[in-house]
Structure formats: C-alpha cells, structure tokens
C-alpha cells in the first residue's frame, strides 16, 4: 500500500473500477481494495442483461412521484442503458454487447395488460419502442406455451458479464489504478481533513473515499450495511445444445425475463451453444445439487424440450435491494456511495461510478436525478436481512393478486 492515495475505491466490480478508471484518467491517484480477488462480486457472475428498468415502473412511479420525477429517473435509465453501451465500443472492450432485444413473458393475462400498460406509458411519455405478442404469436419469440404472450422491447441489450469486467479492469490497470486483492477494507475513518482507510493488510490515507460494495456490503461500513439488503441470486447454464434445439428457443436470440416481480430469466450464452437462466432469488437453497435441481424444475416447465437437458454449470453471487427498491448514489459524511442496484447494476453500476467519478473531478455532468433521494434504512435493522423469505412471499402474493385481476 502506499502511505495515501487521492482516492481509495472499496470494492472491484463495474461501480468501482469505472469509477476508479474516470478518476485515474483524469489524473488522481487511484486504489481499489477488494476483500476477495478482483472481480469476486456480482460483476462476473451476472445474466449479462443490459436494461433501462426499475422494480418501480414508470407509471407507478408518475401516479406517486409526479411526471417531472419520474421522467427525469427514467431518462438518467436510458442514459446509464446507453452510456455503457457507448463506452464499450468507444474502448474496443470485446464482451458481445448486443441490442439483441429483450421479451418480458406474461405470467397471466392481468400481467400482459399490466406489461401493456406500462411500456406504452413509456413509450407516449419517453418515446421508448415496444411491441406486444400475444399468447397466440409467443411461440415465434420462445418454444413456450407457459406464458400468456409478452412484450418485445426491440432495443434492449445484452453482453458477456465476465468479459465485460475483464476489459474494464485491463483498462483501468492500463490507466494505472492500483487494484488490489485479498485487501479487505476495515474502517474507513476521517482524520485531518482526509479518510484514514485500515484495511487487512495495512492502513492508508484517501483524499476522497469510494464505496461500491453492493450486494457484498460488510457490516464494518455500518452506514452502508444499514441500507442495503443483500439478497443472493440463483443461475445455472445447460451443457452445450445442439444448435437447431437452442435455435428453436430462443429464436431471435433475445433476453427474456418474466414479468412477476420475483423473475425467472432465460438468455442464450453469448460465446457458446449453452442456454443460460436463472430465477428462485433468494429462496435460501445453499446446497449447489438443491439449486440446480429447483433451477431445472423451472427450466423443465418454461422450456418443455429441454426437459432431458443436463446443467452443466450452477452458481450464485449477492446482489442488493433496497428499502424503496431504487438504486441510490450519492455522498454521507464525505464517502461516496453507488449501489442497491435491485438486479440492474450492469448499466446503473457502471453509471453510477461515471457520475461518481465525475462529482468527485467537481465536473458538471455528474449531476444525476438519483442523487436527490434520501437513501432509508429501518430502524434496528443493521444489514441482517431476517426478513427476506417474509418479502419473497410479499413479492409472489403481489404477483398472484395482479394475475387474479380481470384485465380491462
Ligand atoms: C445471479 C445474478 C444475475 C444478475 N443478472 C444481472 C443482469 O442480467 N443485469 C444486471 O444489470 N444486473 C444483474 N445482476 C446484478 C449485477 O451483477 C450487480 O448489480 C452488479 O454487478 C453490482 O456491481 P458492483 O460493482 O456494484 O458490485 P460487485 O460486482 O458485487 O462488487 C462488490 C465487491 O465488493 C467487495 N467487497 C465487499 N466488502 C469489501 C471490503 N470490506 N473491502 C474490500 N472489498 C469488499 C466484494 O468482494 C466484491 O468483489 C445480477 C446479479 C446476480 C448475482
């Protein structure tokens, strides 16, 4: 370690180390500490899904907050959607970003007019394409009859998650970031106008402290730990498929989520004949045969012909909820934060640590309308999420009454 740095990031995933590399880019100093190797969070183990959403949906949000609020929220989604984009083919960062385009599945015909709904609500206010597929017509995008049609959103995208990370840390290394592993940060203190930051290996100092733990938030950044909720996401991959059998999917190689609150995701892998999914979030399953033996269950029933598919690979990774369900950035008693990216972080992340960055450089730009909120936490609660199987039930009961109601 040397004896201070202008910033100290903590945490080596998109937040971090495009934060760290905007930094490092414009002259600074840089450090960023992760606990584990490099790359150990969510930021290698994600769907690779590139999207400009939020659990709240637009509507919602208009009805509670107002058109101006949601509009500007939105529009800064759109930005970090197109942003990130940008930026990987401005850096030649080969990760097979895509606009493959994405189908949100219906899980009953309330969801699809629900879906309906709220996309073109979307698309009158934000000007954001879309196209519903009924359930007759659904076959055409996925070899399914489990779902009650659907929506395309034509422009959505997609890219290779581990690659993506791979390339946005060769190129803050290339920047002269100084990323190190195994360096778990254990106090981040003020002292004389700076941050004394004590980590396992040695302390130092840090004009200006970075916090991009997310999902891996440790309870020694009580501040942080108390507003998170960290909860663990569930995926899996198929052996490699015959190509016609994985073609006859997935067709037009989209992405695809459901449309419950509590998602089931299905993508073909970018580099391979292999179809990846995921779903079952935090159902507190830790044995990897149960997981994989749930995450075919699900598979078997979205996805009939592949009822004899073997997986071949399954894993978990950590992401983070929050209290009002909205991705927060922003800075408490001098330390900067990004997370409670709600299963979004690969364009809000990589964002959030651009504007964090650019607020850092005292640039205009980083102005950004997530910053305005107020970040909630509960009281008594200190980043023990006891309550998470009450909230999944929550979650699946606000599903089912929706996919009760009589569509208009
Ligand atoms: C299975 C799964 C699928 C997902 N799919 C998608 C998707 O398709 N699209 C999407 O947009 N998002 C998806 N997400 C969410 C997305 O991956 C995350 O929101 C995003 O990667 C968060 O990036 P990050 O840089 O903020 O944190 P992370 O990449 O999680 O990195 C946090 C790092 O902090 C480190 N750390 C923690 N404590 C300390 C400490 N005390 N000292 C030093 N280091 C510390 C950890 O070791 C970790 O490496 C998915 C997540 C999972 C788990």
Not at 56 to 79: C, F, N, P, S, W
Not at 215 to 225: M, Q
Request: glycine share 10%; aromatic share 8%.
């Amino acid at each position: 370690l040397a004896p201070a740095y202008d910033v100290v990031v903590v945490g080596s995933g998109y937040t971090g180390l495009r934060a760290a590399l905007t930094l490092a880019r414009a002259g600074r100093s840089v450090a960023v500490f992760d606990k584990e190797r490099p790359g150990h969070g969510a930021s290698r183990r994600n769907a690779g899904f590139l999207g400009r959403t939020l659990k709240k949906a637009y509507v919602d949000l208009k009805a509670t907050k107002g058109e101006a609020h949601a509009t500007a929220l939105y529009r800064d989604l759109a930005m970090a959607y197109e942003s990130t984009l940008a930026f990987i083919e401005e850096e030649g960062i080969e990760c097979h970003a895509v606009r493959c385009g994405r189908l949100v599945a219906a899980t009953s015909p309330a969801h699809y007019a629900g879906l309906e709904r709220e996309l073109a609500g979307m698309q009158a206010d934000l000007g954001l394409p879309f196209a519903m597929v009924p359930r007759a017509r659904l076959r055409e995008e996925m070899a399914t009859d489990l779902y009650d049609g659907g929506a395309v959103i034509p422009d959505l995208g997609a890219l290779h998650p581990g690659l993506y990370h791979h390339g946005l840390m060769a190129k803050a290394l290339a920047a002269g970031v100084a990323i190190l592993g195994n360096c778990e940060v254990t106090a981040v203190e003020p002292a004389a106008g700076r941050f004394r930051v004590a980590t396992a290996v040695g302390q130092t100092r840090a004009r200006d402290v970075v916090i991009a733990t997310n999902g891996y938030t440790p309870g020694n950044l009580p501040w942080h730990a108390r507003r998170v909720i960290p909860f663990v996401g569930y995926m899996a991959a198929t052996e490699p498929l015959p190509p016609t059998l994985l073609a006859k999917q997935l067709p037009h190689r989209r992405t695809v989520i459901d449309s419950n609150l509590d998602i089931d995701f299905f993508r073909p892998a970018p580099d391979s004949l292999r179809l990846l999914f995921g779903g079952a979030t935090a159902n507190g399953l830790q044995d990897p045969a149960a997981i994989a033996a749930l995450l075919h269950g699900r598979l078997r029933r979205a996805l009939p012909d592949l009822a004899d598919v073997k997986l071949s690979h399954v894993w978990t990774g950590q992401c983070a909820g929050t209290f009002d369900m909205m991705p927060h950035i922003g800075c408490h008693d001098g330390i900067w934060h990004g997370m409670g990216y709600n299963f979004a972080g690969v364009p809000m992340g990589s964002f959030f640590g651009l504007r964090i960055a650019q607020r850092i450089l005292g640039l205009p730009e980083g102005a950004c309308a997530f910053e305005a909120a107020a970040f909630p936490t509960l009281p008594f609660y200190r980043g023990n999420p006891w309550f998470l199987p009450l909230a999944m039930r929550y979650f699946a009961w606000k599903d089912a009454r929706l996919a009760r109601r009589r569509p208009a």
